[in-house]
């Protein structure tokens, strides 16, 4: 099942959650992923795998020593996740009360963008490649 040989991402984010029950629920509602492993079957959730229709997200419960370590209104993580339409699914989001940071944006490295918080603070962008932009356009080189 988790083996990259047979298609499973090769990276894929984990993120800790105090209600990881409300969280994978809202996530699913939100977003549009797919719950597609809970861990236990039943009783409060210790971990779950989303499909986001292209990677899976990994949800567990905060607590141990892989706590988030953010103080509050910092953002020590960031999730990106490739979707098809920016604007349907922005307009999805934030209907649904993802907390718009910043809305959907072309930006000059050829992607169209927004940034969304959920429920728990973790920072959500939503993104689609529009065009190639060579990196020296953009400010950027490649090294």
Request: hydrophobic share 50%; aromatic share 10%; glycine share 2%.
């Given at each position: 099942m988790y083996d990259p040989a047979r298609g499973?991402?090769?990276?894929?984010?984990?993120?800790?959650?105090a209600d990881p029950d409300r969280a994978v629920d809202w996530l699913v509602r939100v977003f549009g992923f797919r719950?597609?492993?809970r861990h236990?079957?039943?009783?409060?959730?210790?971990?779950a795998d989303l499909d986001t229709g292209g990677g899976v997200v990994m949800v567990r419960r905060t607590g141990g020593r892989h706590s988030p370590a953010c103080a509050a209104g910092h953002t020590?993580?960031?999730?990106?996740?490739?979707?098809p339409d920016v604007?349907?699914?922005?307009?999805?989001?934030?209907?649904a009360g993802a907390v718009v940071e910043q809305p959907?944006?072309?930006k000059p490295w050829g992607l169209r963008q927004y940034?969304?918080?959920d429920l728990e603070g973790h920072l959500w962008e939503f993104t689609r490649h529009l065009r190639d932009v060579p990196p020296g356009e953009w400010g950027a080189v490649v090294l």
């Open positions: 499973f991402p090769q990276v894929v984010v984990e993120l800790a959650y719950l597609a492993l236990p079957e039943s009783g409060p959730l210790q971990h020590c993580k960031q999730v990106i996740v490739w979707v604007d349907r699914h922005f307009a999805r989001a934030s209907a959907p944006t072309d940034l969304v918080r």
